[in-house]
């Protein structure tokens, strides 16, 4: 569900930052006073934890695995506010360090996954879970549903900021210039997913997660004993989580419903709405003159323009209500189906008083001592649990990236001697010239940057250009190949593949794909250097200097610190399981393990959270991060901040006389 | 009045008093526990695991409070009061410098330069004071090689080193440490045994949790030994914990142990930790 950078629009990201700002805001005000001194260290416990369980592969329908996102389950253990800055730390460092999602993208990317999701997630928890107690199957079964819901309310509106790029930001020829699919294509390809795959695997994890918590003892949150004051305000509470779930629920609707004036876009339409975005009045030519050949560039979404007007609302009301209540139905059977099985587990688990073992001579059973080499070595843990195998690999190499991320930046190159907000600032400014840039030698000229400053920094070119291809195009590829044919992109053919129906390879095509390519890996390879080329904690130095506030630096820094604790754990616990593996694991039982191994994790989490609670009081810290000094800016460093600021502003500006 | 004596020559640095400790889920820590420190000294904490020590340094470090009972730090209490006022929580903190069984818990800055500067630049020192102490207390540790490196680049022993490093850079009184042998190979726990014996010739105090009894008479001059009941079974100078077997077995810290070497069967206190032999013959090889 992460977004790269490149394929939305900078007016997008900056829309969705700004967007983003006051919940952070908020969300921070909320727990400084729930949460008090205690904040930083339990917000960066929690966000750490957020992004181990990211990292988990659960089997989905299908032989597929998936990724739980997590965000309802952190709101049901730690609260939605707590979830809301978990979930957006953890995104933080996967962006930086995983090229996991944009870095301008990381806005839209925090609005979807740290904040529909969770949101909407736990809204939907509170009203299934209703009054019920802490213990009941019901909050458990709660759970199951809200996250279902928050994952495909945020996975929609994924498809939503994708969808609306090609309405709204197109060339003069009437290419798109970001993301080339409609809301007809994004939508419903990212529901699909949703609802068939990471949704049912991430609510039947989180429903799992949240009955261990309750067999623990833990209070989740807002389930307080003491009733009286917090019902009132949990009343409270839902009437507000209902209002933010009707409108993020109605706004894609409203979008859609607007269709008709989409589906039909004329020249006329495309003027005004150029007119309001850019204040300027024209119709790109490109439009008019495939209007005069009589194409409808965005015709395929009239579909969706019927279904959508104001005739057929009831309709697609009383759609949306059949869906859900039809999820609601498949859930509760499966959550029923989940509860027997587990009671069967418990029977299972009962030591049998008439089983009890015959003691050998030594005080082992005697099962213990015979060997059962024969029968175990044909069995092996191997390709039939890739569950299990995908999570320990990436559990394996998210570990070695975290500990290897200061490999090439300790050593001495060019890039490594400059003071590290210089260069956060300057990367910075190459990154949103890259984004903003339509112009193959533009992004060409940034990607022969990047490989010169690497060569010259003494980190291997080729290092570089596979993490960008690696991280890039997987997203981008999937989306850009398609684009190359004449059914999205009409033109001329330069190669034909099928006549009837006509398929080609057109001029048009190829060279939108190279741009959207492009432009991706240009402001992927930014990135990239930047954390190849600084320590971790230098750069945390250069965001404290930018006047990125210090409560956030300092979360930043304590999740990253505690990533590799919990990676560690993670790791050893798929390793136990993996050793204890004999044969094929069902998928249900495989869920189970990554269930109750997302609980265990939790409880020795919130036990490390209240040893580095005690750690840091005992030091003197009382809720106030304090830091030393920062370093000063050379003239070397002043010297490379005006190369970059007249570089990106000659290319932006080259760009748009030549262009 | 304690303080009015004459004879009382030290007031006590702590000083508990029947205190109880429960969990949250009402389970007992502590029973009845109350002793005393004197400045200067060196206190074990002796029981097996689960007894409560743990929690009674985290008192002692003004961490948790008990239920009942009165502790009383630099002559005055310790209170929830006291110490959520950050005025005097600081004095106290500055005082008391704690080394945690979990160094991971205890490293939670981003780099071991950083997590040596916390506590000085939370204390208020000036930039060129905290540049001072991190680099002092780094030589004085042997950690100056690992100040750029982050806490998950470095070994147990060194975690341990960087543990001890950051609760003196506070320059404390007293020391409270959990468990400070447990993950340190021989030659690490002999170089720690050394720090402490400086640390003590300039006068200052170590409260120690244990349950090692091979170092116990190397880092204490007092033991408290504890029963698993969470009581105290009795606080004796660490000289005549050798000579106490039947003590410790009492506490369950070390026990009455079967042995079987072949056909012979003896019995014989055995003490964790503590290396010993036997001189019976080894009984021949049996086939199955």
Known sequence: MHIPDGVLSPSTCAAAAAVMVPIWWTAARKLKTTLGAKQLPVLALGSAFCFTIMMFNVPAPGGTTAHPVAGTLLAILLGPWAAIIGVSTAIAIQALFFGDGGVLAYGANSFTMAFVLPMVGYAVYRLVAGKSSNASNRRALAAGVGSFVGINTAASIVGVLLGIQPLLFRDASGHPLYFPFGLNITVPSMLAAHLLLAGPAEAIVTAMVVRYMQRTGYTLYGCATEATADQNRSRRWESLWVGILAMIALSPLGLIAQGDAFGEWNAEDIRKVIFKVTGQSFVPKGMAHLQAMGYHPLSILQDYAQSGSSANVPGYIGAGILGVSSILVVVTILGRRLTKSEQAHYVHGEPNPSLTPSQSSGGLPIWLSASNSDEASHLSAGKNNPFLQRTLAELTSGTATALRADRWANQSGYLQTLNPAAKLAGFLVLLITAAVSHSLAVLAVLLIFANVAAYASGIPVGVLNRRVLLSAPLFVGGIA???MFSFASPGHPLVVLWHSPYVAVTTEGVSAFTLLILRVAATVAMAVLLTMSTPWHKLLAAMRSLKVPSIFVALMAMTYRYITVLLQTADDMFTARKSRTVGRVRDAEARRFVGNGIGVLFSKTLALTDEVVAAMTARGYTGEVKVVAQSVWQRKDKLWIACIFITAIALTLGEHYHG | MASSDPSVAVLPLFKLTDVTFRYADGQVALNGISFAVRPGERVALLGANGCGKSTLLKILGGLQYPASGQVEGFGEPLTAA???????????????????QNSDAQLFSPTVADELAFGPVHMGLSAAEVEERVSSVAALTGIEHLLARAPFQISGGEKKRVALACTLATNPDVILMDEPTAALDPRAQTWLLDLLLKLHDVGKTFII???????????????????????IAAVLPASQLESNMKLLVQVNLVH??????????????HGHGVEHTHDHEEPPHQEV
């Open chain 1, 481 to 483: 190949i398609p684009l």
């Open chain 2, 82 to 100: 006291r110490l959520d006022n950050e005025e005097t929580a600081q004095i106290f903190r500055r005082r008391v410098g704690f080394v945690f």
């Open chain 2, 209 to 231: 949790a244990t349950h090692d009894l091979e170092t116990v008479s190397q880092i204490a001059d007092t033991v408290v030994v504890f029963r698993e009941d969470h009581t």
């Open chain 2, 256 to 269: 009455d142990h079967l042995h079987r070497h072949g056909s012979t069967l003896h019995s014989h206190p």
